[in-house]
């Protein structure tokens, strides 16, 4: 297993390019389903959860292809779900990768069948898909449990209302591609709001679909008889952008992060401000200056666009050496703190109650050997790493390969001291 070591202290200086987004790719290449046609995706970044996507597909019967030559054409497939063979999402791969249960909506709009294992929990939480479930019974699917996997069937869906206990993404993703070919209209109330979505119904529009609302709290869906295909560019990754702005603040560097979609970030933009981060914000680039230490702020994460769970780890880190308290409350998963102790590890004052972490500004942090135990944790880690005095080896960085295009090269290219040790 590969393992990160890096020699904190370095300022980060230049520019990095934000990489097209892990959860705005995931839902649109499992999109292709929805027709024969072929289907054409720029920007898709090169990550290992992409790569079990692709792999999920293709065992699925879609073509997949690499689109221009591997050097300069990055991130182009073409994907052609005209022969799909089999109908069912296998455990070894969804419990690697939970987006893998966004089959379920296309395999059931368009062929009327799937078998799909249920994903399990992971680190951060138990992560049910009951909504999910919900959602495609209420359109007349028939959904059993068997020996671990979801078999579910419907002659053809057809449109009905469907409430919402929690704004889930991944229901909305689920439940919009499924209303896609179902029979009449489709209402989806108490949706979830993020960019994701909104970028999933443009596409599934651009393909013939009829979704109006998206990124809205109502989404309605009027089904079709069938879609054709589509090219799309995916939108950057707003948490990766996010991540790169907090290593810019935590090592007083001042670095530009290209392609960031400051609309997509405003409850993280408006905390970093708050915290006396000094940033210029620009069309689709952010600039971040990080001169002298953070303000303590307190943090809520909530569904968009509420301040991002998935940028709650990195904030963290940044408070752990500002001036003052700081009180992280996590509303959205009941277990995602694992960082905190391996930061306690390395000298922050992190206490956890329920929820609730409570962070005391330190002075500085030392180098220690952690351990990644999430994709979110491990970014953290890295980011703790910057900052840190002396050596810091983070194991178990496979989580960090999941969400992170080439994290390393373009932290060096900043100037840090990172290096990627393979095992
Ligand atoms: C998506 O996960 C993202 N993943 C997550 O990013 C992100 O943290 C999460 O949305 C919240 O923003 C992808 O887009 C691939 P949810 P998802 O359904 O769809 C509960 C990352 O680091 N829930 O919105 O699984 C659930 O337990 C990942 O990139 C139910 O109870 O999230 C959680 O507490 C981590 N029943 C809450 O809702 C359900 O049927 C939010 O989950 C579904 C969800």
């Known amino acids: 297993m590969d393992k990160i070591l890096i020699q904190g202290g370095r300022r980060l200086e230049g520019e990095v390019a934000v990489s097209g987004s892990k959860n705005a790719a995931l839902p649109i290449l499992i999109s292709a389903l929805l027709t024969a046609e072929p289907c054409y995706y720029q920007g898709i970044p090169d990550l290992v959860d992409i790569h079990t996507a692709l792999k999920l597909l293709s065992g699925l019967g879609v073509r997949v292809k690499k689109e221009g030559d591997s050097t300069v054409a990055v991130g182009q497939f073409m994907l052609q779900a005209d022969h799909v063979h089999k109908l069912e999402a296998p455990y070894d791969l969804v419990k690697t990768m939970r987006a893998s249960f966004l089959v379920m909506g296309p395999l059931l709009g368009r062929f009327g069948a799937a078998r799909v294992s249920t994903p399990g929990g992971c680190a951060i939480g138990t992560r049910p898909v009951n909504l999910h479930l919900k959602g495609l019974a209420e359109m007349g699917a028939s959904i059993d449990l068997v020996h671990g996997y979801m078999e579910a069937k419907a002659k053809r869906l057809r449109g009905a209302k469907i409430y919402l206990d929690l704004p889930s993404v991944g ?253």
């Open 171 to 423: 229901a909305t993703e689920n439940l919009m591609m499924a209303a896609s070919l179902a029979e009449g209209t489709t209402v989806i109330e108490n949706a979830a709001k993020e960019p994701e979505i909104e970028e999933l119904a443009t596409v599934l529009n651009k393909m013939g679909a009829k979704i109006h609302g998206a990124g809205s709290n109502i989404v309605k869906i009027e089904g079709v008889d069938e879609l054709h295909g589509v090219s799309h560019r995916v939108i950057p990754d707003r948490i990766e952008a996010g991540s790169f702005m907090v290593a810019a603040a935590l090592t007083r560097g001042d670095v530009r992060i290209l392609g960031a979609r400051p609309d997509h970030l405003d409850a993280f933009l408006l905390k970093l401000k708050e915290a006396g981060v000094a940033l210029t914000i620009g069309a689709d680039e952010i600039r971040v200056k990080g001169d002298g230490k953070a303000k303590s702020v307190d943090i809520t994460t909530l569904p968009y666009p509420g301040f991002p769970t998935d940028l709650q780890a990195q904030m963290m880190v940044l408070m752990s050496v500002s001036e003052g308290v700081s009180v992280i409350t996590e509303t959205i998963f009941e277990n995602r703190f694992m960082h905190a102790q391996e930061l306690v590890r390395m000298g922050a004052d992190i206490r956890l109650e329920g929820n609730r972490a409570i962070v005391k500004g330190v002075d500085g942090l030392s180098g220690a050997p952690v351990m990644a135990t999430d994709l979110r944790a491990s970014v953290s880690l890295v980011l703790a790493g910057l900052v840190a005095k002396g050596k810091t080896e983070i194991t178990r960085v496979y989580h960090l390969d999941r969400g992170y295009e080439h994290i390393e090269r373009k932290l060096s290219a900043l100037g840090a001291d990172i290096q990627r040790i393979k095992g």
